[in-house]
T-cell receptor, first 111, second 112 residues
């Protein structure tokens, strides 16, 4: 089982749609969670951190479910510019002090 | 402007040659990282460094080497021992291990 698992997609949605991605992680001791966005042939960029109580940033909402060990990202009113790969990232709190990246979920927003 | 720079953006090398990729940051971050990304794949950790003069192997360190002589710099050498070096190489930094990482623009290495 992968440490951080995501559905690779692609998710093809029309403009204005609401879309949600889930991500599961294997280590229950994990403490920090993030969503990054990666455009084609570019570097990943931080989209938002994920807090225990859930958090919202404009059209984006992130949720954490520790009991089931998953995090989610909800995008409302999708824009063409939201087309990208979304990476789920976890601080696994193992002996290695580094983040663990999921393989990403690809989103394609269509006109 | 603060940030992370990587050079060059594109690099072509002949098989059997060693090549060094540059990564510099002026964010005053203690930790730095090197990742490799293959087409359609996720990021795989090559090496990371939490502090100057110290570094640890990641998941795919074989065929790579690093140094951390200065806080700002973390160069990666792709040696001839790396069997399939053609990939997109990303450098990142953070204040500490497990903290939010910020990435450079990457170097695309093609071995001919």
């Amino acid at each position: 089982r992968k440490e951080v698992e995501q559905d690779p997609g692609p998710f093809n949605v029309p403009e204005g749609a609401t879309v949600a991605f889930n991500c599961t992680y294997s280590n229950s001791a994990s403490q920090s969670f993030f969503w990054y966005r990666q455009d084609c042939r570019k570097e990943p960029k931080l989209l938002m951190s994920v807090y225990s109580s859930g958090n919202e940033d404009g059209r984006f909402t992130a949720q954490l479910n520790r009991a089931s060990q998953y995090i989610s990202l909800l995008i409302r009113d999708s824009k063409l510019s939201d087309s990208a790969t979304y990476l789920c990232v976890v601080n696994m709190r193992t002996g290695r002090r580094a983040l663990t990246f999921g393989s990403g979920t690809r989103l394609q927003v269509q006109p | 402007d603060g940030g992370i720079t990587q050079s060059p953006k594109y690099l072509f090398r002949k098989e059997g040659q060693n090549v060094t990729l540059s990564c510099e940051q002026n964010l005053n971050h203690d930790a730095m990282y090197w990742y490799r990304q293959d087409p359609g794949q996720g990021l795989r950790l090559i090496y990371y460094s939490q502090i100057v003069n110290d570094f640890q192997k990641g998941d795919i360190a074989e065929g790579y080497s690093v140094s951390r002589e200065k806080k700002e710099s973390f160069p990666l050498t792709v040696t001839s021992a790396q069997k399939n070096p053609t990939a997109f190489y990303l450098c990142a930094s953070s204040y500490g291990g497990g903290d939010t990482q910020y990435f450079g623009p990457g170097t695309r290495l093609t071995v001919l």
